[in-house]
């Protein structure tokens, strides 16, 4: 007797980056019958991030009109009820927040064929939202079938909130080992320090923070930043204020599939999170890039930036541009230990952070739900 496969439906805004397809092709190389769904391009505050189709051997993608594009709560899908009711998944998953239009938007209309749905969370900080999205929240905890946590923090959070069902930590996206890797064997000497940021240009990233400590160093470094966003002026007049802005460069977004080479670039990848009240750094996914790119990191101490670093890196409390400044001290001076933690951090993806890992527990997941 031949065993159908199972059908999934994903609908995720991230999926537009195109080397977090990878996820996609090794879920479907488990057997996976794949449908994803993704808007044309998605808007943020660091600008437009157009579709890029990098890796799509083996599911399927499907290219959906997006409204209220670049709002985050609002958005919704034009023609999802047809794709899903054409397609009769046996399970939707729903790559978004429970507070969010597009989750309502995707839950409805799976329970309307009587499919099971997951939804997938970063959020990690005990929010009360107003009318209407609370009631959207309270709804979608009660329909949906499963739960995927991108950390245990949010686990606790959606716990807190009244969510009772199944649920499951697991990143949302790996990493691809063999597109993010050292460009050799041995990290190699060369002549000056070059220290890197990636990610958006807002103050709760802390950038400003990595700016006052680079200030302090001495002898041949250079601080290199690329990302986008509302903050960038002010870091700039930072830089200049400090007496550092010829030694520091703001490079321009790249296409995720330049991304690799600009690591083999840097000598330290730092992400110097700074909590607020609404925010909190979720995951980092910069760090596991670097350290599968065997580039040592440091974090601040932010939300999940010390679980995803482990023993393999510096980790520092927030705001504190002197601890800051030592560790990019010690580490510009001592070659040995940035060998060696570039050798700890490679392995440490390799252990935690795969695509490949992710997308297996995630159809041990699916499997589960229809069990």
Request: charge should be neutral; glycine fraction near 8%; include cysteine.
């Amino acid at each position: 007797m031949t065993i159908k496969p199972i059908r999934v439906l994903m609908v995720s805004k991230a999926c537009v980056v195109g080397i977090y397809q990878r996820k996609l092709e090794h879920i479907a190389q488990h057997g996976i019958d794949l449908k994803v769904v993704v808007p044309p391009a998605w808007q943020d505050e660091r600008g437009t991030t157009p579709l890029e189709r990098a890796y799509t051997t083996g599911y399927t993608l499907d290219v959906l009109p997006l409204r209220f594009n670049g709002n985050f709560h609002l958005h919704f899908y034009r023609g999802l009820r047809g794709v899903i009711r054409d397609f009769k998944p046996h399970i939707v998953h729903i790559d978004e927040e429970p507070y969010n239009l597009a989750t309502w938007q995707c839950l409805y209309h799976a329970k309307q064929i009587g499919a099971k749905a997951l939804f997938f969370t970063w959020q990690n900080i005990l929010r009360q939202y107003p009318i209407p999205f609370r009631w959207g929240e309270r709804w979608v905890l009660r329909h949906s079938d499963y739960a995927l946590v991108g950390t245990d923090s949010a686990g606790e959070v959606w716990r807190a909130k009244g969510y009772t069902g199944r649920m499951k930590t697991i990143p949302q996206f790996g990493t691809d080992t063999d597109l993010f890797k050292p460009q050799n064997e041995v990290i190699q000497r060369r002549n000056g320090f070059t220290i890197g940021y990636i990610g958006r240009l807002v103050e709760e990233k802390g950038v400003q923070i990595l700016l006052q400590a680079v200030a302090q160093l001495s002898g041949d470094w250079s601080l290199r930043i690329l990302g986008s966003g509302p903050y960038q002026a002010t870091l700039v007049q930072l830089a200049s204020q400090l007496g550092i802005l010829e030694r520091v460069s703001f490079d321009s977004p790249l296409p995720s599939q330049q991304i690799p080479a600009y690591y083999h670039r840097l000598d330290v990848l730092v992400l110097p999170s700074l909590t607020r009240s609404n925010w909190k750094e979720q995951f980092g996914r910069v760090l596991v890039e670097a350290m599968s790119s065997g580039v040592p990191v440091i974090g601040s101490d932010s939300g999940a930036i010390p679980g995803v670093i482990g023993e393999a890196g510096f980790v520092v409390p927030e705001a504190n541009v002197n601890a800051l400044a030592d560790i990019l001290m010690t580490l510009q001076s001592d070659f040995s230990l940035r060998a060696h933690l570039s050798m700890l951090g490679r392995e440490r993806v390799l252990q935690h952070f795969t695509h490949e890992q992710i997308a297996k527990e995630t159809v041990a997941v699916y499997h589960e739900m229809l069990d």
